[in-house]
């Protein structure tokens, strides 16, 4: 059987500050660079690029 999960806006909105809490506090220990953390928490971080390519056919008139 399929389990449902709801969105809780407030609940999301307590996790990312609890994580913004843990980064600012990382950063201030020394314990990870800005760099670290801004190749952590961004965009594509939560993707496993297993195998990827990126094509580029140019098109003339």
């Known amino acids: 059987m399929?389990?449902?999960r709801y969105y809780d806006?407030?609940?999301r909105q307590?996790?990312?500050e609890?994580?913004?809490a843990s980064?600012?506090?990382?950063?201030?220990?020394?314990r990870v660079s800005r760099s670290?953390?801004?190749?952590r928490n961004g965009f594509?971080?939560?993707v496993e690029i297993v195998e990827s390519s990126i094509s580029f056919q140019e098109?003339?008139?």
């Open 36 to 39: 670290e953390l801004r190749e």
């Open 44 to 46: 594509f971080s939560s």
């Open 59 to 61: 098109v003339f008139a």
């Open 14 to 16: 307590e996790e990312k």
């Open 23 to 30: 980064d600012a506090s990382l950063l201030s220990e020394g």
């Open 2 to 4: 399929m389990q449902v």
């Open 9 to 11: 806006p407030a609940q």
């Open 18 to 20: 609890r994580q913004r």
